[in-house]
């Protein structure tokens, strides 16, 4: 019987995922289908419009068309699998496609969190070194601190991939959750590997933490040049510059933390299905809302792109 739970383990997993609410399951994909069509639509449109204007062509709506093009890719490992399970009668996922599933998500969420602390980095140095901002943020050095938030959180998601995927499953192979994630296959496995946890524990300090912490200093410092400013006017222009990305950050890095810093007895795997709903549909969404309601530059962008397409049909 053990081999036989190994051997369908290793084969494939079920995903849990909302089965609980099997009278919601319509409903849910309704609603998540429309929140994933307006997330995709959203980052897009800022994509788009950062590229076509070319007063966005600043290191700020650089890291923001990067973040965009990073949520679009971390949502599409999850979402459309999600979206069909809520239709499938079975939830399956194969042992592999589990593994990439998580190694590309984790890889996404690590390099955004990175993109983040870069982003509060870009708002020191925009508030806190305005005469040196066009030489310390050049072009060369912005793609260098991109690639490297990729480069590194895909090196730490294919670590903590590998300590997850090398450990023995032996069954059940359900997982309860509606994708492959640490928390619900660390529950999963059948021996614990207290050295790879310890050190999958310390990778999600180390992202999460750390960028936070990253942050907010940029931000004590930020609020330090702020106050030095003497007129009401001149705060609130260099407040209204770090407002978006500092909603973002709070809702990014507040549930971050709860999935991923807390200790293992503490995880009660219904809960964190429907808060990683958050991270996974909400704060995508969140993205591209906060950045085109709250940022006048974008809105003035959006503007001049639908008056010029207006133009055109009208021609």
């Known amino acids: 019987m053990g081999r036989e739970n190994q051997t369908v383990v290793m084969t494939e997993f079920i995903l849990a995922g909302f089965s609980s609410f099997p009278k919601l399951q319509i409903m849910l994909f309704v609603l998540f289908s429309l929140m994933y069509v307006v997330t995709l639509a959203g ?14 062509h600043t290191p700020m709506y650089f890291f923001l068309s990067i973040l965009s093009f990073s949520e679009i890719c971390y949502t599409l490992i999850i979402i459309p699998n999600m979206l069909a399970n809520l239709l499938r009668e079975r939830k399956t ?58 480069t590194t959180g895909f090196l730490f998601s294919i670590s903590e991939s590998i300590i997850i995927f090398t450990l023995p499953f032996c069954g059940p192979n359900k997982i309860n959750h509606f994708f492959c994630d640490l928390a619900p296959l660390l529950a999963l496995a059948c021996d614990r590997n207290y050295i790879g946890e310890i050190v999958i524990f310390i990778i999600c300090f180390l992202v999460v933490f750390c960028s936070f912490l990253f942050i907010l200093l940029s931000y004590i410092l930020i609020l330090n040049a702020i106050l030095k400013i003497p007129t009401a006017a001149g705060k609130h222009k260099a407040f209204s510059t770090c407002a978006s990305h500092l909603i973002v950050v709070i809702v990014h890095f507040g549930c971050a933390s709860i999935i991923y810093l807390r200790p293992k007895s503490r995880y009660t795997l219904d809960e964190d299905t429907l808060i990683s709903v958050s991270y996974t549909m909400v704060t995508p969404l969140l993205n591209p809302l906060v950045y085109s309601l709250r940022n006048k530059d974008v809105q003035i962008a959006l503007k001049k792109a639908l008056g010029k397409s207006a133009c055109t049909q009208g021609i």
């Open 43 to 56: 980052n897009i449109v800022i994509i788009t419009t950062i590229r076509l204007d070319h007063s966005l």
């Open 93 to 150: 996922i194969s042992f592999v496609g589990c593994a990439t599933q998580m190694c590309i998500f984790l890889g996404f969420g690590c390099a955004n969190c990175m993109l983040l602390a870069v982003m509060g980095y870009d708002r020191y140095v925009s508030v806190c070194k305005p005469l040196h901002y066009q030489v310390l943020m050049n072009q060369r050095f912005c793609t260098k601190l991109v690639a490297f938030s990729a």
